[in-house]
């Protein structure tokens, strides 16, 4: 557990880019506790952890050349964030996709300090075949991960509840996942605090 006086305080601090990877020898060893963002690209990842740290530090990793690295973020010299590429992109090429599952899988596997995986699904849309493929994964390399839905602020609430009632449904599919479905809206501000809590907690 990080020891912060005032969490939301704790997220104000100077959230620096520390190192992008493309290999996973890139990465540089720490001691700092590590929490990794992952989801579908358009899912609302890049707003989410602007809110989550009131900075617009995501731009960096959507500048050329840094979309399919791991993008690593020091926050008050006590957590790092790593901002994962985004799956699901049409586009790419079959060896490049490859690239970016083996840079992941590695990254999953092998790094001591991560934390958790956050998975960020949009609740318009639930949870997609590449969704669970990722689950399937954390899954096999017994991670901790948890949901995060996105977008909420599209839903009326009987639709949020049904989402969320799906999903937990769904999770007795998945072991390792954390029962605790985190609703977001970064255009509302909606579960920042929550989701600041909930990483503070870990
Ligand atoms: P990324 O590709 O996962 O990093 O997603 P972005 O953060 O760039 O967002 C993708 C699109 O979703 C953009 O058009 C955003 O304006 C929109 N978006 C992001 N967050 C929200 C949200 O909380 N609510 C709504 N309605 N739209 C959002």
């Known amino acids: 557990m990080i020891k912060v006086n005032n969490i939301d305080n704790f997220f104000k601090n100077q959230c620096k880019f ?14 700092l506790p590590e929490i990794a963002f992952i989801g579908r690209s358009n899912v609302g990842k890049s707003s989410l952890i602007n809110a989550l740290v009131n900075q617009k530090i995501a731009l960096t990793s959507k500048t050329p050349g840094r979309t399919k690295q791991l993008n690593f973020f020091e ?21 490049e996709v490859n690239s970016w599952d083996k840079l992941s899988y ?7 300090n991560l934390k958790r995986i956050f998975i960020l699904i949009d609740s318009r849309r639930g949870l997609l075949e590449k ?5 399937n994964i954390f899954d096999s390399l017994a991670a901790s991960y948890q949901i995060i839905l996105t977008k909420i602020d599209e839903l009326k609430e009987p639709q949020i509840n049904a989402v969320k009632s799906k ?4 999770s007795v599919n998945f072991p390792a996942l954390h029962p605790k ?17 909930e990483i503070i907690n870990l």
């Open 131 to 135: 969704d669970k493929n990722m689950m």
């Open 167 to 170: 999903l937990e449904a769904d």
């Open 181 to 197: 479905i985190l609703l977001t809206s970064s255009n509302k501000s909606t579960g920042i605090k929550e989701l600041r809590k």
């Open 18 to 31: 520390i190192m992008g990877a493309a290999k996973y020898s890139q990465i540089k060893s720490s001691y």
């Open 106 to 112: 590695e990254y999953f596997a092998k790094r001591p």
């Open 75 to 95: 926050l008050g010299e006590k957590l790092i964030l790593v901002d994962m590429p985004g799956y699901g992109f049409a586009k790419a090429g079959k060896n």
